[in-house]
Every structure is written in C-alpha cells, then in structure tokens.
C-alpha cells in the first residue's frame, strides 16, 4: 500500500470521506497538504514532503498523516455548511486594536495571523481524532524552528515593540504549538520549549487555561468551534468576535454542499 493510500484509507476511517488527492511536484511550501475549500480537493506537495523529511520525518508517516489531516478539513467543511458557518472569510473593524504587552495595535495588520488562528483551531480537533488511531504528526518537527527563533530573539532582544511582536505570533500560533504539544511526533525537550515560549508571554497559569480550552474542541462541533473562537480571541488577544450572517454569493464558487444563501461569518471588531 502506498502512503497516498494508506492517508486515504486512515481519512476514511476517521471522517467517513473519501477524495483522490492530487500531487503538486512544483509549489515551494512549508505544507505536507492542503485542502482548498473552494474545490473541495486535497494537494499534496512533494517539496513540503521533502522538508519533512529533511526535518527528521518518515516520508510515509508524513504523507499518511498530511491526507488523512486534509479529509478531515473536508469532512469538517461539510458540518460547517450543514451548520450554517462559512470559517473560511475574516472581516476586520477598521477601528479594531489588539492588547499586547501594555501597548495597542491596530488589528487589520495582522489578517493573515488571524485566519491562521480560525484554521489551525481546526487542526487541533483533527490530529486529535488520529491520534486515536495511533497516528502522530511528523511535520510538526517543521515548526520547531519558529519556536527555538522566537526564544532565542527574546534572549537577544529588548525592544518593547519587538516583544510585542513576538507575543503575538507566539499567541496566534498557540493552538497550533498545543496540538503539537499533544498530538505532534515530537521529543520531550521540544515539548518543553513549546510550554517555556508560551509562559514566557502568557505566564503558567494562562498556559494552562489555553490548554484546557483547546484541548476542549471536538471535531464537527460547530457550536463549540464558535464558541471557543470566541473565548480564545477575547482572552488571548482582547477583541470582540461577532459571528453576523452574510449572502452566500460574497463568497464566491463554493461546491455544491454549500447551498444556503446566506451564512455566519466572523467579524473580529
């Protein structure tokens, strides 16, 4: 069995979905997959592979688990559509700040940070159903680099604004970090950086109460999924998120399970 196959089979069994993924030899990127929602299709990216490997993972446990990871992006598509949420659009207020360090930050110059917070919320819920099936993340090891570079600039660096900076990206990538934490093929010393960087910014208790919140995401829960954006938003970074409903063609060609005409979306405000 290849490991195409082996991911298809592991997505089928742990989100009931199937879909033939499609393999990108081209694109230079850090991802092992990914599932655009816009044509309901799984690539899988040869060099994002080859990173992982480089990085100390097996190429056949990397693209079993980035396959079957990206079903799940579908499957989880699919309850979204039935629940009447479309995660995938962000409106940010012109007036929206974010809290950092002491200091105020306009929110509309950190959107892409914010659509990687509403996925990788995601994420979580997904590994955490493979890893009942025994199946941990390797590619998670890519991502070690970000966490021992902001570390070490902390030691070197004693810019307000730098700090804050990094307090952000430590702060929206923390969902992300916590299900390496937890579900990622990791070693214990990187476990421990993980936790180390957060309190650095957070303290141990906010550490913990992060980890008890995400670690509360179940998978096709939607409700939940808006709630714990939510929460994590108000808590972590000091916004207000709105869930309002918006007319289904602002999104423009969606598959056809999504079929309402209009659905909630976020505003962060």
Avoid at 8 to 19: R, S
Avoid at 75 to 87: I, Q, S, V, W
Avoid at 142 to 167: F, M, V
Avoid at 223 to 241: D, I, N, Q, W
């Amino acid at each position: 069995m290849t490991a195409l196959e082996a991911g298809a089979e592991l997505g089928q069994k742990a989100f009931g979905i199937i879909i033939q993924p499609r393999i990108d030899e081209e694109t230079s990127t850090p991802h092992a997959a990914m599932y655009d929602f816009r044509t309901d299709g799984i690539t899988v990216f040869a060099n994002g592979i080859e990173k992982a490997v480089e990085a100390g993972g097996d190429a056949f446990h990397v693209v079993r688990h980035a396959v079957a990871h990206e079903l799940g992006h579908a499957r989880e598509a699919r309850y979204f559509a039935e629940c009447g949420l479309f995660p995938y659009r962000l409106y940010i207020g012109s007036r929206c700040v974010i809290v950092a360090e002491g200091g105020r930050l306009s929110a509309t110059g950190f959107s892409s940070l914010f659509d990687g917070l509403i996925n990788t919320i995601q994420d979580f819920a997904i590994d955490k159903t493979l890893s009942q099936y025994g199946v941990k993340d390797q590619i998670a090891r890519l991502d070690l680099k970000r966490t021992k570079d902001i570390l070490n600039s902390l030691g070197s660096s004693s810019d307000k604004l730098e700090r804050i900076r990094l307090r952000l990206q430590t702060v929206f990538n923390l969902p992300l970090d916590m299900s390496h934490y937890r579900f990622g093929d990791i070693a214990e010393t990187d476990k421990k950086g993980i936790r180390e960087l957060a309190e650095k910014f957070l303290g141990t208790k906010k550490w913990q109460e992060a980890l008890d919140l995400i670690s509360g995401r179940r998978f096709g829960d939607v409700e939940g999924y808006k709630r714990m954006v939510a929460s994590y938003m108000h808590e972590f970074l000091g916004v207000t998120p709105i869930f309002r409903k918006r007319p289904r063609v602002e999104f423009g060609n969606l598959p056809n399970f999504w079929n309402n005409d209009v659905y909630e979306t976020l505003f962060v405000e």
